[in-house]
């Protein structure tokens, strides 16, 4: 089982470098999906089998392919690399480094990796989650179905070709 | 036993990927799929720490968060075809003015 | 089977079940291009294949061995990586979804408790709809990778189309599940046992959703046929029909792959309806013990044989929709109709249940 979990971490990080190093962008939505998927592994690792389904029957499923859509239609081909200041190539990688290091000493220093029994892990199941959804979180599930409306007619709008 | 921190270092690593791809890509398509990759990542902690904190808060925010990412991918996805069509590039770099 | 972990035990048995059901399938598939072919030949009043064995019988045969030996061609500026992935991709995820199908009871072997399906999983029909959301890739990245333009455009429209009937077909098993209660199939599958009782008398219909949910087994099915392309929905594969749409530019074992994914994908939803709305494996039972075992399977394998015969006889007898119908029949007539019928069934359920 931790084995699992540490198989699909690195596959997502390596796909996830490869979102980032990819200059077609066909490649980079591919290695996102990639990555979608290993997160939905993970979440399945921790139980949560409802959101596990629900990444990739709406995000790896629905939104990726909303992008490739958009991808092919518009034709996107290869990024060209232009002259850029050296000083930023030579800073970039380090400073991201310095970054990832800062944030994962907060983490560690705030949750040491100390084995100690957490609690029993919460019912993942539709059931429970339709139950709070339903009670507990009904006015955030009604202003994002208002959400999505308002985003359904802003991208119709925005995409038409003429008014 | 995994422990939360080693789910939380993989959380920040997807999400310092991703912010590093925001800054670093050029392709506009390929920025928002870099800010995909760091709600994934805030996701990722969300659903950790519903798990070791033994409540179902976290999965629920998940759900919202994906609920959003797709309204707003949606929406950069039709600005982004929208400015294709005005100035007939993909490349943030000549995108840098407001006249056309 | 006390020398062996329970975990190696586990495994054992299902890499037998997953071989099995495999060689089955794989067996099936070819056998279904045959039975079309001899199908839609008799309903144009013809033979069909006749000459390769008795009745066309090795024909699927044939064919393979001609599949494996035809040229490969691959366009000169077609894009390496997703032109071999599409169809490879789509080969998969066409078998995936069979990993959650029960076929039958479960049954006691040796003192080890085994059930006629690979795994169940609690969220087996969401498992079932995100592997049918993948499968949209292969069909936009082939159209796509072949860098011409019937293969685009036939690729776009028939991902469109894909993604539109994604949404009819998860609405219509909204009232199954309510019924049901459980996402898992052999759950949906154990809430349809018996028969339907009037009060207290009891009417000799079997307990199956298709008496409750009549409108849901049209929008699910209709929704299914456009799901996996086929007539009458089949028109970005067959548009300009010289051209084949998305797989146009694909030859010999890749174009093979398309062909099975798609009688695969024909499979798995023939199968999903005999589950979901005709009771799985519930059938009359009798005989000895190894016969309980295996009639279940075999009335299983005859629903969904039924089904898969209703889908051929559609090829031969119905023409095809316009893309611009399609769509509009997709959004504007399936999707409200599956929303009236969650509406109808949760008002069902709530005044069977009211004190």
Known sequence: MTVLFYICAALAILAALNVIRQRTPVYSALSLIVVLCALALVYLLLGAEFMAVIQVIVYAGAIMVLFVFVIMLLNAGKETSRQRSRLARWLGVPLVTAFLAEILIAVWSQFPPVAASPPPPPDGSPAAIGTLLFRSYVLPFEVTSILILVAVLGAVVLAKKEF | MVPLSHYLALSAILFVLGGAGFIIRRNMISVVMCIELMLNGVNLAFIAFSRFRGNLDGQLFVFFVIVVAAAEAAVGLAIIIAVQRNRDTLDLEDVDSMKL | MGTFSETTVLLAVAAVKIAFVLVFLLTAIAYLTWLERKVVAHIQARWGPYLVGPHGLLQPVADGIKFIMKEDIVPLEADRVTYWLAPFLGFVLAFLSIAVIPFGGSFTFR??????????????????????SLGVYSVALAGWSSNSKYPLFGALRSSAQMISYELSLGLA?????????????????????GFWHIGRVNTWLPHWNIFAQPLGFFIYFTSAVAETNRVPFDLPEGETELVGGFHTEYSSMKFAMFFISEYANMVTVSCLATLLFFGGWHGPVFGPALLQVLLPVFWFCAKVFCFLFFYIWMRGTLPRFRYDQLMSFGWKFLLPLGLLNILLTSLAIAWHEAP
Do not use: E, K, P, Y
């Open chain 3, 111 to 132: 003192g080890l408790r085994i059930q006629a399906q690979i795994t169940d999983v609690n969220v087996g029909l969401l498992f079932v709809f995100a592997v049918t």
């Open chain 3, 173 to 193: 098993v909204v009232g199954v599940i309510m019924m049901a209660g459980t996402l898992s199939l052999r759950g949906i599958v154990d809430a349809q046992s």
